[in-house]
């Protein structure tokens, strides 16, 4: 039984780049959520995503993230042209139902953390 | 404009004796509470929650406790043990996310 694979564990980029953040959810799992989490923070919402729709982006910056999950294949999270503030580890986690209710929570992967220099 | 608050960034409890972390919150719509476990490197992995409508759950060790006129709810952990080191998060959800605190570092003392 996997868990929420993320990879890669840890990815470094020089400003300016782009980044490409891979999240597999748990089997039979159709609701996937992206949280960054800044150091001493704790981790903030950024998407969530159901297959092939974004239903809640309301915690992704306006300009250079974007977030899919397509039919086939992982999600992405994608930064473009990143700053030396959007290092953090970035979290994924699925979920069988909307939100992660109650008994059926959402299951986190063990992240990515990007480093910018 | 933080929801969810967790107002001791640590704590540090004898091997053996109880453990609470407590946890904060503004919103009175969310409808379910959660806490989590993080250790250092890995994902926040899920510990216990509660709804809304209870005032207590209890899984081993480990019990949430609800105080909706206060919207205060805690964590007890009792004994503690040394692998109950690790940050603790508290979150809410309510509609589509979740919201998570700033966590708690609970240090086990042998």
């Known amino acids: 039984n996997a868990g929420v694979m993320q990879n890669p564990r840890h990815l470094v980029r020089r400003r300016g780049q782009e980044a490409r953040l891979r999240c597999s959810p748990m089997k039979g799992h159709s609701h996937v959520y992206w949280y960054r989490q800044l150091p001493e923070e704790g981790l903030k919402f950024m998407v969530y995503l159901q297959k092939e729709n974004i239903i809640d982006e309301s915690g992704m910056p306006k300009e250079r993230f974007s977030a899919e999950f397509p039919k086939e294949g992982p999600s992405i999270l994608r930064i473009q042209q990143v700053v030396r503030g959007d290092s953090a580890a970035y979290f994924c986690?699925?979920?069988?139902?909307?939100?992660?209710?109650?008994?059926?929570?959402?299951?986190f992967g063990d992240g990515t953390r990007l480093s910018i220099l | 404009d933080q929801q969810v608050k967790q107002n001791s960034p640590s704590l540090s409890v004898q091997e053996g004796r109880i453990s609470i972390l407590n946890c904060d919150y503004t919103n009175s719509m969310f409808d379910y509470f959660l806490w989590y476990k993080k250790y250092p490197a890995e994902g926040p992995t899920f510990l216990i929650s509660?709804?809304?409508?209870?005032d207590k759950n209890e899984d081993g060790r480990f019990t949430v406790f609800l105080n909706k006129s206060a919207k205060h709810l805690s964590l007890h952990i009792v004994p503690s043990q040394p692998g109950d080191s690790a940050v603790y998060f508290c979150?809410?959800?309510?509609?589509?996310?979740?919201?998570f605190g700033k966590g708690t570092r609970l240090h086990i003392l042998p």
């Open positions: 986690a699925s979920s069988v139902n909307r939100a992660g209710r109650g008994n059926q929570p959402q299951h």
């Open positions: 509660i709804s809304s409508i209870k």
């Open positions: 979150a809410a959800s309510s509609d589509d996310k979740i919201i």
